[in-house]
């Protein structure tokens, strides 16, 4: 029997991506293919004692000059402590999550780590480990794929 083949969707070097679990819509992203996990830009990145005993990890997402900050806390119950190899090669722990992120209108749940990406362009980066399992390939001629998809005119019926 022969498996059926599902099509890849292409995507761009650069796509706006919205985290609806985070309530932010229309982040810009950088699609790396060198990375194996995806980062989102935290500052303030902290992991506080509950009196119960738990631990939760705080951060701000973004930067106060990003026009999506809004200030507000985000809280994480789950998450881990794992090595990370940066873009200069160096070993970082980082704090890692599991959120949603949406592409092409489809929801993915992936890892990503938490980082200062102040020094960087964009502040998410969508690693291997969403590109493989959403079945995306990269055409680095393209821009924002996923919101011209869903914005693009749709033939009537």
Not at 26 to 51: M, R
Not at 115 to 132: A, E, F, N, T, W
């Amino acid at each position: 029997m022969k498996k059926q083949r599902i099509p890849k969707r292409v995507v761009g070097r650069r796509e706006l991506v919205d985290f609806p679990q985070l309530n932010l819509w229309g982040v810009e992203a950088k699609v790396d293919t060198g990375a194996f996990t995806g980062a989102l830009h935290c500052s303030n990145i902290h992991v506080e004692a509950l009196p119960d005993g738990r631990s939760v990890l705080r951060v701000l997402l973004l930067d106060e000059e990003h026009p999506k900050f809004d200030g507000c806390p985000l809280e994480f119950a789950e998450f881990t402590l794992r090595d990370i190899k940066s873009s200069n090669g160096e070993v970082q722990e980082r704090y890692v999550i599991r959120t949603v992120i949406r592409l092409f209108g489809e929801d993915f749940d992936t890892e990503f780590s938490l980082s200062d990406r102040s020094d960087m362009r964009y502040p998410v980066l969508i690693g291997r480990l969403l590109l493989r399992r959403g079945r995306f390939v990269v055409d680095v001629s393209r821009r924002n794929a996923s919101y011209r998809f869903l914005n693009a005119p749709r033939p009537r019926p």
